[in-house]
């Protein structure tokens, strides 16, 4: 196990960009760890701590993204309602609850997407007095 594990550090290493994250990843296996590959996110690509954490926010902002995206198109959501309402919500904020190791990933998909579906159903307007009155 720990030679399987030195192997992916070697080969992160080495690697850059969402590869190099992406292997890092692998080796963790509770939200609590993620905190800790800043740090190794910071030895990676060679900068201060503060900006690891914004390079391992953007990797979770992207994947985020992308999960979001596939679910909507997947449940007929148009791409340009999807990014037009994708601005309405705080994406970034849960990618850095994610990187601190505060939420798990599908979490904040599942949290995200409701919101955008809320988003969507906003959008349509209602015939019910009581809905529309109460809201």
């Known amino acids: 196990m720990e030679k399987n594990k030195n192997n992916l550090n070697n080969e992160s290493s080495k690697l850059r960009g969402r590869t190099a994250i992406s292997i890092q990843h692998q080796n963790i296996s509770a939200a609590q760890e993620e905190k800790r ?18 390079i391992h926010v953007n990797y979770h902002l992207d994947r985020i993204s992308a999960f979001l995206l596939r679910r909507a198109r997947k449940n007929g959501m148009l791409e340009s309602t999807f990014f037009k309402r994708l601005n309405s919500l705080n994406a970034i904020g849960y990618a850095y609850s994610i990187a601190q190791g505060e939420l798990l990933e599908m979490a ?28």
């Open 37 to 54: 590959l800043n740090s190794k996110i910071s030895e990676m690509y060679g900068v201060d701590s503060d900006e690891a954490i914004d």
């Open 108 to 135: 904040a998909v599942d949290i995200l997407y409701k919101q955008l579906c809320n988003l969507h159903n906003n959008d349509e307007p209602t015939d019910d007095r009581y809905v529309s009155f109460y809201g």
